[in-house]
């Protein structure tokens, strides 16, 4: 890795720009003069054009030198990087992935990443090209959720608090803690004002927005009351985690934005952009198949299904995930799993080859005694 690091530092060195837009300012400022002259004095118009072809001969040649030191060293940053890694990304890339009609999921996809990460002209821009049916009421939503986190960046707790009062019911259908943690941060902000002066004030805010809690959060509450105990010496206190937090904010910021997307129906996360880390995570995998396969001349040939097990962070794990133990294949919506009456689970094809596809055949458990009939069984959802 010593010589990418050398030649990254090099085009960090020599490929600024500057220069070069300088360079092209001083031949703007030479043609406009030139023009200036010309309009002024119309009789000059020859001597103006030979002062311009000789200047702008001497400003290309300047640019060009200029263009010389960045591109060679982007150059020799990119023969190093290539020399390193030498892999062809290609060799896992499917053409047919995103042939019509999914090539209109793919547009959908990249025009709901932009408008998530608040990027509203460029999706607009596509969303009109790509002809997407994207309501423009989810663009107005993002919007609202932006203007709120910037608040939050301004360590402005009221327009999230507010958007969680309107929400109230919503969010505790949902069991989320949200506007109580927002009001919980609100009163520790103003009780960590400098010279004591926000133990009043947080007291104050106690009393006025507490009491809507108090049957879910009496201990929390009581927590946040028994630092007044400890306000002169807080960061000896058992509270000192709870009112010094250092990404306490950061974490009110997150949990605001995982509700206000999981109630638009939405993951907190971009699917385009955990699709491609996911994919970034399985291409070394993914080449290495690849090539032991060309070497040994064969290919794989079940559709839409990887040829091995890609091991993927907790964090991509979004539904629980049950094998049948009789196939060892994964259930899916088409071969759910069904549970029979004595509590064993298999999958639903699995279920159908043990009656022999007679619903009102009876059959034996494969892991106790008990018989059942498949009519018998009834689904689960994990």
């Known amino acids: 890795m010593d010589a990418i690091v050398k030649e990254f530092n090099r085009l960090e060195k020599n490929g600024s720009f500057d220069k070069y837009i300088e360079d092209v300012d001083q031949l703007i400022a030479l043609l406009q003069r030139a023009r200036n002259t010309i309009d002024a004095a119309p009789q000059s118009r020859r001597e103006q054009l030979a002062i311009l072809k000789s200047g702008c001969t001497e400003w290309t040649h300047k640019i060009a030198e200029s263009q010389k030191?960045?591109?060679?060293?982007?150059?020799?940053?990119?023969?190093?990087?290539?020399?390193?890694?030498?892999?062809?990304?290609?060799?896992?890339?499917?053409?047919?992935?995103?042939?019509?009609?999914?090539?209109?999921?793919?547009?959908?996809?990249?025009?709901?990443?932009?408008?998530?990460?608040?990027?509203?002209?460029?999706?607009?821009?596509?969303?009109?090209?790509?002809?997407?049916?994207?309501?423009?009421?989810?663009?107005?939503?993002?919007?609202?959720?932006?203007?709120?986190?910037?608040?939050?960046?301004?360590k402005d707790l009221r327009p999230a608090i507010e958007w969680a009062a309107s929400k109230r019911d919503k969010l505790a259908q949902s069991g989320s803690n949200l506007e109580f943690n927002l009001h919980s941060l609100q009163f520790v902000h103003l009780f960590t004002y400098p010279n004591g002066t926000g133990t009043r004030l947080a007291l104050e805010y106690a009393r006025e927005n507490f009491a809507v809690f108090g049957d879910r959060y009496l201990a929390d509450i009581s927590k946040l009351m028994c630092a007044f105990l400890f306000q002169s010496n807080l960061?000896?206190?058992?509270?000192?985690?709870?009112?010094?937090?250092?990404?306490?904010?950061?974490?009110?910021?997150?949990?605001?934005?995982?509700?206000?997307?999981?109630?638009?129906?939405?993951?907190?996360?971009?699917?385009?952009?955990?699709?491609?880390?996911?994919?970034?995570?399985?291409?070394?995998?993914?080449?290495?198949?690849?090539?032991?396969?060309?070497?040994?001349?064969?290919?794989?040939?079940?559709?839409?299904?990887?040829?091995?097990?890609?091991?993927?962070?907790?964090?991509?794990?979004?539904?629980?995930?049950?094998?049948?133990?009789?196939?060892?294949?994964?259930?899916?919506?088409?071969?759910?799993?069904?549970?029979?009456?004595?509590?064993?689970?298999?999958?639903?094809?699995?279920?159908?080859?043990?009656?022999?596809?007679?619903?009102?055949?009876?059959?034996?458990?494969?892991y106790c005694p008990n018989e059942s009939i498949p009519n018998q069984a009834i689904r689960v959802y994990f």
């Open 69 to 154: 030191e960045i591109y060679g060293a982007l150059s020799k940053y990119a023969k190093a990087l290539d020399k390193k890694f030498k892999v062809d990304i290609e060799a896992a890339y499917n053409p047919n992935a995103f042939s019509k009609p999914a090539d209109k999921l793919l547009d959908r996809a990249v025009a709901m990443h932009l408008i998530r990460e608040g990027q509203f002209q460029v999706a607009d821009r596509l969303i009109q090209e790509a002809n997407l049916d994207i309501p423009g009421t989810l663009e107005q939503e993002f919007m609202d959720m932006y203007r709120i986190l910037e608040s939050l960046k301004q």
């Open 235 to 366: 960061q000896a206190s058992p509270y000192a985690s709870t009112f010094l937090s250092p990404s306490a904010w950061d974490d009110v910021a997150h949990s605001f934005t995982k509700e206000f997307c999981s109630l638009l129906g939405l993951s907190p996360d971009s699917p385009l952009y955990l699709a491609a880390l996911a994919g970034a995570i399985a291409l070394p995998t993914l080449l290495k198949m690849g090539s032991i396969m060309r070497e040994k001349q064969t290919e794989w040939s079940s559709e839409n299904e990887l040829p091995v097990e890609i091991p993927l962070p907790p964090s991509f794990q979004f539904h629980a995930i049950f094998v049948c133990p009789v196939s060892k294949e994964q259930t899916t919506d088409e071969n759910p799993p069904m549970m029979m009456p004595c509590g064993h689970i298999v999958a639903k094809d699995s279920l159908a080859r043990m009656s022999k596809g007679n619903p009102n055949q009876r059959f034996k458990c494969p």
